[in-house]
Structure formats: C-alpha cells, structure tokens
C-alpha cells in the first residue's frame, strides 16, 4: 500500500488595503505562497493547486507574519522599498521563475511592455508566452505584474482589475511610456 505524506500545512490571511481586501497564503517559512484578492479568491485557489502539482495542501487562518504586515503597510503608506524584500515561493516552470524574477526587478515608478519585457529576458520573440507566464503569477504586488503595460502604454489585463492595476501604478507614481 502506498504511504500518503501528509498535507502541507498553508497559512491563509487577510489584510485591509486601500483598494481591498488582501489574500494572502503562507508557508511555514513565512514565505508568500499566493496573494490575491478577495473577489478573485477562486484563482488563487486554482493557481495553488497547480503550483502544487498534486501535492496535498490544508489552509488553516492565522495571523499574517509581522515582517510581512509591516511591509505591507509601508507599501500602501508610500514606502515601497521593504515590499522587495518579502520572501516567496512560486513552483512554476523555469520560464515563469525568469519572467517572475525579472518583474521583481522593475523598479517602482516604472512601466516595461510585454515586449521590452521578452528583450529584457533575451527571448524578443517570446512576447505572448511572456504575458501568459505574466498572467499566471500567482503573487502580485510582491511580484508586480501591474508593472506591466501594452506597447503603446495602454493599461493592458490584470487579474486584480484594471481600475485596481491604475491605481497601483498612480500609487507608485509610475511613468507610464509606450516602449
């Protein structure tokens, strides 16, 4: 008979924001798992269970880790520089880490296209896979995708919506340019 490994414990959060309520999950580690919000708590789900590739989980509420708290509140105060710092854990393929990664490094108060974003990634002609792997982050504002517009600076897709992607990016007082 198979031994079944117990399921990983999840740790599931709330937190007021200025534009929502905030879902969160966390690791043992106190690493985000997945963030999203209130009313698209179904993807989060389903995105989970896909980074999980089979594996058993069990979400159970807590309290949501003081360093991670603290970091978000200093970036919905103004001070987007602690939320860089918040540990996570994604299991997508090799080619979402990449385009996760290197949304982690556009700096706040910038903008990049889907295109300059495949260039960035020494893959220019991957453009569409790039806003796939784009669309299925499963951590925004952590992983800022909301930094990621059309070519002609037009508010492309957010899983958060598109009123909530502008607001992120007037908060962080992005320059929105077509590139």
């Not at 105060?77 to 540990?87: E, L, M």
Request: aromatic share 8%.
């Amino acid at each position: 008979m198979p031994q079944h490994s117990p399921p990983e414990i999840l740790f599931r959060h709330q937190l007021e924001t200025p534009v929502g309520t905030m879902l969160l999950i966390t690791d043992r580690q106190q690493r985000i798992r997945a963030l999203d919000w209130l009313e698209y708590e179904d993807r989060m789900h389903r995105l989970l269970q896909r980074y999980a590739k089979k594996k058993a989980f069990e979400l159970q509420a807590d309290s949501l880790p003081t360093a991670i708290h603290t970091a978000l509140d200093a970036y919905f105060a103004g001070n987007f520089v602690p939320v860089s710092n918040i540990p996570v854990y994604t299991a997508g393929t090799v080619f979402q880490q990449a385009v996760w990664q290197a949304l982690r490094n556009i700096p706040v108060g910038t903008t990049l296209s889907y295109g300059a974003l495949a260039k960035k990634l020494g893959r220019p002609k991957a453009v569409r896979a790039v806003g796939t792997a784009n669309g299925a982050n499963p951590i925004g504002i952590v992983i800022p995708c909301h930094r990621v517009i059309g070519m002609d600076g037009s508010m492309t897709g957010y899983g958060g919506g598109i009123e909530r992607k502008r607001w992120l990016l007037a908060h962080e007082n992005a320059r929105i340019e077509s590139n």
